[in-house]
């Protein structure tokens, strides 16, 4: 996996955004402001652009580009979330022109650990973190136990419609929805879904890559 890999997960997130904006405007109208599906689809349009201008810098500072297009372009919670996650991934590349699979593991782990340490939300606060953790945690398993990449990410995107699913029945306990109280159960987080999008991105980068 190399830059192209990175730039064709951007591209990737930022068609399957445009198709699910609706979508994601309506689970966040339910239990938040309804802004969801503007912002992720606003700043990935801006990674894009941004991307599209950089055609020589390796694959960890394409992250560490796309994390700071999207904190500049996103007002919501998720564009300091995705954007500090993504710099921080990129981060754990440095230079590098390639990079193989528990790279790839060690990337989204710290993609994880940002979002956890700047919104404070754990498992199961029905945040992005119910989906993201579970597949972070998958790859690193079935990675460890020998899977391909493409096999360890293909079970790593279920875990994040697992995990996206799993908020149904969750009272928000993090952002925007806690304001709710126990109205917010009932209803799937916005920010886990779109974030199972974004691991689902990742597997077809990686399919198209290899
Ligand atoms: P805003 O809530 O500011 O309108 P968005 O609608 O773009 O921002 O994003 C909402 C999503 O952000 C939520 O569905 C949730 O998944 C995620 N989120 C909000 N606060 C936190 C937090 N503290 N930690 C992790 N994720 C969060
Ligand atoms: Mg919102």
């Known amino acids: 996996m190399d830059a192209a890999t990175i730039a064709t997960w951007m591209h990737g997130i930022d068609v399957v955004m445009r198709e699910e904006k609706d979508h994601l405007v309506q689970l966040d109208a339910a239990i938040g402001d309804g802004d969801h599906g503007t912002n992720m689809t606003r700043g990935f349009e801006a990674v894009v652009q941004a991307l599209n201008a950089d055609s020589s810098s390796p694959p960890g ?4 580009l796309a994390g700071r297009t999207l904190v500049g372009t996103v007002g919501g919670a998720s564009g300091p979330l995705w954007g500090s996650a993504l710099r921080s991934g990129g981060r754990v590349l440095g230079d590098q022109p390639t990079f193989e699979g528990m790279q790839l593991v060690e990337v989204l782990a710290a993609a994880l650990a940002s979002v956890k340490d700047l919104g404070t939300a754990s498992l199961g606060d029905k945040t992005m973190v119910d989906a ?47 304001y709710l109280g126990e109205r917010s ?23 198209q890559a290899s």
């Open 61 to 64: 500072k394409l992250l560490i």
């Open 132 to 178: 993201l953790e579970p597949a972070v945690e998958t790859l690193r398993a079935r990675l460890s136990g020998g899977a391909s990449v493409a096999d360890a990410l293909g079970d790593a995107g279920d875990a994040a419609e697992a995990g996206m699913r799993s908020t149904i029945p969750l009272q928000a306990r993090k952002g925007r929805a806690s």
């Open 185 to 207: 159960i009932g209803h799937q987080d916005p920010g886990a879904t779109s974030t199972a999008l974004i691991i689902r991105a990742l597997q077809r980068a990686v399919a």
